[in-house]
Every structure is written in C-alpha cells, then in structure tokens.
C-alpha cells in the first residue's frame, strides 16, 4: 500500500484550508452528540512513521472534543508486566466505552513491526499477528466499534530530515528515541514489513487510510474528513446487523445433558484421603506450571446449587495464594457494560504462570444474556464464534484453558434449594432469582447443550463434572485439572 | 518490638490446636457475613522475615472463605511503571472494597526495609515514609476500614536453615530469592531497620501484631486469632465516630468570593494575541516538566457555567496530547464507592513527566457531597485534614498541584443557563440538576468560603479565576499555570 501509494494534495491556498478544518473540526464537535445517542465508540488507531507528526495530528484532532468524551492513549514498548500478557491484551485494555472516542497514539502496527524488524517474532508468528489483529478488529466492529485506521506517510528524506532537525535543537533533542533512528538507518526492512502489514489488515470493516504527512495542514484536513465521514457512515449503517461467522474449529464430540450420569457414589473416607492426595500432586504441578511460565484459565460454570463454590474450594486450597486468583463473576457494572462483553474477562486474565479461575464466565453471553434478552439474538449467535476465537487467542498465547460444567439434576436442586431456605446460616445463599432461574431449566438446558456442543474446541475443552455427590464431583475436577496441565507439560 | 520479643506458645498438643484452628477457621468464615453487613472492608498485611511461611499462612487463613469476599495479592518489587508513582501508589490500588478481604503478602514495611537496607533512601526520606505510611493508615481507619498487621517472627538460625532446605530441593531452590538471601547476610541490619519501621508504625488505629512463626500451626492460630478478634472488635466500634483532626498547615490567606472583582474587561482581540503568545510558552514548559520528570496535578472546580470546560480545553490545545490528561470526575461507580473516596483520585493520577487534568475533584466531598447528604457531617469536616494530607503526599513525591475556582456571579450564571436552553447545540449542557443546585447557591458559597480557606496551602494553594469575562479567565488561568511550573522548576 505505501509502494504504490500516490501523493494526494488539496489545491487550495492556506487559507482556504485553515477555514476547512475550522468547519470539519466543528462537524467533528457537533457529532460527539450523534455518537453519544448512538453509544457508538469510536477507536482512532493513529500510527505512521516517527516524525511524521502523530502527537501534532492528535493535537488537531481533539482540539474542539470536550474532554469527557475522548481519551489520548500513546502506547510505549510493553512493560515488564505486559510482556506476561497475551499480544492484544493492552489494546484491549485501551478501548473506548459505548459514546466516545480513543485516539491511540501507535499501536498493534508498529508494535509488530518492531518486533518482527528486531527478530523477536519470525514469519508464522507474524501471520499469526495479522489474524488475531483482523479478528479483534472484526469482533470490535461487529460488537458496534467504529475502528478508524490511519498511517501518517512521510518519504525517507523528509524523515531524517525532520529527525535531524529536533537532535540539533537542545529542547526537543530527547524526543527523538533510538526506535525513530533504527527506522531511518532500515527504513527499506520498516518500509517492506509496514506494506505487509498494512495489507494483511486492510479489511472491510476497518480498512487502512494512508495520510500524505508532508504538510501538517494537509494532513490534519485528510484525517478529519476520513474521521467525520467514517462516524457519519456508522451512524447510518448501525442498524445492519453482522455476519453470523461459522468458523470449523477442531470440535470434541460431547454429550447432551441428559445423557449424563448422576448415580456416582462416593464414601467420605474415601473421598478425603484422595482428595489429600490430588492435592498434594496439584500444589507439585502448581510449582511446574509457575516455573514453565504457562498462564492457566479455569471457567466454572453449572447450575444453581450444583456446587462450583465448594468445588472451587476444594482446587484451590492446594494452590499456593500468591498464584492464583478467584474471579467471581456477576452483573457488569456500568463501566464493563459500556465495553465489549469480553473486555472485563480480558482484563482478569492472569499473568504467565498464574492460574485465574472464573466462577461463572464469558459464557454468561450465550446462557443467561441470551435467555433473559440482555443482548439481541444477533449477538448471542455471534458470541459462539466470538468465543472460540478468544479461547484460540489464549491458547495460541501459550494458556492452558479448561471450561467445567458443573452438572446435578433437577429434583437434586430442589432439595438443595430447600436444605439452603431452612439452615440459617444458608439462607444468604439462594435468593428470589435462583427460584426464578429454575423455572427456566428446561430453556436453560437448550442453551447449554448447545453451548457446550459449539464450543467445546480442543484447544478450550469443556468437561462435565457430574454433581449430585459432591464428593466425586471434588475430586473428578481437581483430577481432571492435573490431568491437563501434565498433558499440557508434555507438549 | 523485635528485640525485647518473646516467644508465645500455646501449650497444647497438636491436636487440640488443629481442633482450634478449624474452630477459629468457622469462626472466620462466619465474620464474612457480618463484615458484608457492615460493609466492613478489612485490609490485612502480612509481613515478616522470608522463609517464614507468608505464603502458607495465607493459605491457611482463606482456607474457608468464599472467593466472592477475599482477594490475595503478592507484592514484588514496584515495576518501571510504578516506580513513576507515588511510593504509596500500588498500595492504595490494592485497598479492599466495603465489606470484603484483601490479604497482602508483604508490603510497605518490606519494601521499605529493602530501600533503606540497599541505600535508596536515606534517613529523611525514611521518617518521611513512616509519617506517610501512618497517615495511610489513620486515614483508611477513620474511613471506616479495619488494617490488620502481622509480623511472622522467625530467628536467624531458622530462617537461614528453612532457606538452605528450599536451595537444596530442585523444585523449590527457585522461590529462593536474592532478597531472601541478602537478609540473612545483613540479618542485623534488617533487624535494625525492621524494629524502627514497627516501632514508628506501630499506632492505636493500626498495631502491629508479631507472630511466632516457628511452629506453622501455631503461627496460623495466633494469627486467626488476631483477626477474628480485631474484626469482632471494629463491628462493635464501628459507631464511635473518628476524631476529626485540625492540623496545622502553612495556610495561605485567600479572600471571601463576595470579596472578588468579577468586573474586569478584555477585548476579543487582544485576548487571541495573548493566549497565542501563553500557550506558545506553555507549550516550551510542557517539554521541560517531562524532562525534569515533574508531574502535574491541576483541579478545576467552579459553579456550573462558569466556563470551566473552555477554559481547560484552551490550556489543553498548547500541550502535546502525549503528556496529559483530563479526567472529568462525575458522581463514582460501585466499584468507586465501595472504597475510599480518594482512591478513584490516587487511581487517575499522572506519571512523574504528565500532567492531570481533573474537571471537578475530590473537593466534590466538601462541597456536593456534603450539601446533598452523601457522606456523614463527621466524613467532611474530616475530609479538610485528609485533602491536606493527600496534596502534601503529592507534594513530596515532587508533585507540583494547584487548584482553579473558577468563579461566576449569580446573575451571569442565569444569564449561561438562558443561553445554553434557547440554544440547539447547547442544550445538553444544561439539567434539571443545575437548576436545583443554583437554588442552593448560597449554602454553595459558604462550602466553597470554608473549603478555600482551610485547604490553601502552600504546597497546593488555590487560585479563585473570575470568569464573568471568559477571555480573561482563560488567560488567567494559563497565566497562573506558567507561573507556578516555572516557580516549580527553579526549586
């Protein structure tokens, strides 16, 4: 895209392009409102050469916005404690809420091609970037982001022009990083990976625009028009739902509900000396996992009453408490609900070598969102795919991501609904919603089954735990925890 | 406290203490319940030599806690990022919310201990930790929190013995670390400084409790012990209300608001020349506060329609868009509120180098919160102490804060409001709510006379903007923002 790239100028005099973006920096003013009504968010990915003018172009842009409805976020090379997060993870972090507006100050563009130019990453790697870059632009997009995408275009000789002139003068000679210069010594290598890049993420639904940054003032009027008439765009085109995507991924062959067996039995004596052994094996396997750096997400999900607590419980007491964390996980507050549903998982998932269990998931998308219409059918028909590519995403970072189903059946609830009602120090635990809830099973184990059935992956299998002994439902979960994490040493 | 310490056993057989220790256990469990119903949050900090079983005593004490109401996290040395904040930073980050559990393995007594042991302060710098550290404290306290601190105690002989175990086994010699090792080689001068540090932190509100760490058992009994006892404790004095502390601070002397001209004139065109020519400077500034690593906390508080808005987006558009941010500060979310009310301030502060803009503050307690009854009359007669407290830590971090009253009288006011409702574009700026509020301008009035009076000190004194003539206000304000970086930078 850069190779072929012709220089585009307007032909007007300075002033007619001062008063140009006078009134395109009001249009931009004026739809903070249609943005703000339509909850729309709108995510400005700002990248291009070092002094091609980033800061300045920003600068121009916000100039009229209020500040309540945009941030500035410049990305440096990541932290000691970003480099133990997944690639995307501090993009993900950085997204707008619903009705305003990111300007991104460089970002998963010159990030990778820094890395790929340094030999951090190598070829396969680098595609894999491109695909999980699409996919994340593509969910943004189809979760209602407007993603706008621009690359500020300078020739070489105006770089090290530019470069050379901020090193002579005392004040701004610290701006000028060792990154801008390895960028001119090798600008061909910079020149082929960012047309590569650009053309693998060139995409419908966040396509690339490259901006002639020789003139400031050029510039400036280029990026507004692209940003008024891409939110304008956005704001017709809202109602025209995305693609419902049915990706093949590696599936497991799992069992409906009902075909699952409840009579297992197990007798308390032997239940506690086993459990005494899985964990002393698990807290070894803790050790192994924390020293191979691998991260660890355990969903939990299962009916009311099946357990998960206990369950829970029982994995973690063998766990040493500075590796890992309990995510319980209820209603988004009004922050989370103004992002992407994922944004409030992506944002607890743990560090390399750390273990994070969810006690209930991203998996409340297709089960109680879909069943009480907190998202449209859109949405949670999309959210199968949506899913597998995030777990991809994880595993493909180097996680180990386990999902159990806590499983009882129905009589088996009732009694413990009912033991729950009549113990007083139980009683905090069931509420009006958990009677509620029940009324629904049978709509409940629809969705179930067919989420289970669209999104057990290899990479993020889902185990049934059979639940009406708690005891055996104990013991199969940590059994079944340390039987992965060994399967996954081995690879 | 370490010196004259004396060994404390329970002289009982190993069984009667596991039969306590999983009493004392239920007991804990049961105190979730009650400290939800209190919204108590508890914050306890385990400290203590290494090798003395941190990890294990945590354990140990969420054993049977349910994940919803605890969190445990393991503080490491501060990160490039962290470094950048305020020595208390990550701390207040990691305070619990109302009516939950944080455990903190090792925290601000270890990593002072560390800094003082390795030469990164000195002993000024070190009685000033101490005072932050109390005032920390003393404020989560009378903020309705519970800190509860331990102190595992092992001798050196134990500690350097546990050490050589962990070294020799393959699967443990990595949790060795060199910190560990330094301290049995300057044992006694980490006995030194640790015996200061619990001396000089050692308060009514906030004691420390050494644990005899020899004996796992025992330690954990002593230690559920002391927990269950100080949350008992605090349930039952969570009625006593905190003192409210007068302390003294260099004041500056400020005017009354019916005392300030408001009258002052400035024509269109001389204001466009001068602000060019002050944000030119400002601009020049910008780049040596980041050099020199300055940062830069500026509150804007005012009555609605005093322009607050313009006024900083014309101080905003001479800054680079890398170096600051706004944050404009509504009423808080859940997560907001359910702690301290300046955490969600501490959370948004700048990076040594930036600039933090808040449109509305944490003044917000003496004013809004106080008139509209959202805190108690004890909370914001309290909060004139704490706002001190908070702006002379910012202060001594190397903080430059100043904070703008941007000031309008009743009649100009109405006049705004008319225009913002006859006015399409405006109209959104203008509520209900504002119209109430400006009913109660002369309680308003009074607020603000006794909040600028108690809180302008010289670290962070207040500048009152008379803005009947925006123009002029805007000047003024960068006029004052010049001034003070460059009064900062001559320090």
Redesign the interface.
Known sequence: MLKNYEIRRYQMTQEEIRALVKEKREELA?QQ?VIKEHKLPVFVLIEGWGAAGK?TM??GL???L???FF??I?MKSP???EKRMPFLWRYMEAIPEAGKFV?L?SGWLRETADDFVCGRIDDAALEQRFRQIRTFERQLKDNGYLVVKLFLQIPPKEQKHRLDKLKEEK??R?RVSEKDMQQVKKREKYEAIYDRALEATNTGYAPWNIVDAVEKKQALLQALHILTNQIHQAVENYKILPEILHRDYPLIKMPKLAQVSLDQEMAKEEYEIRLKELQRTLK?LH??IY?KKIPVVIAYEGWDAAGK?GN??RL??A????GF????IASP???EKARHYLWRFYHRLPKEGHIA?F?RSWYGRVMVERLEGFCSENDWKRAYNEINEFERELSEWGALVLKFWVHIDKDMQLARFTDRQNTP?KQ?KITEEDWRNREKWDAYEEAVDEMIARTSTENAPWFIIPSNNKYYARLLAIQTVIDQIERRLRR
Do not use: A, C
């Open positions: 004026g409102m800061g920003i600068g916000i100039k009229d209020d500040p309540r941030r500035v410049t932290g000691t404690e300007f100050n004040h701004t610290w070894g050790n192994k020293q607590g829970i419980r973690t007491s766990l040493d408490p500075r964390e309990v995510h319980p507050e009004p922050h269990i006690d120090e905090w």
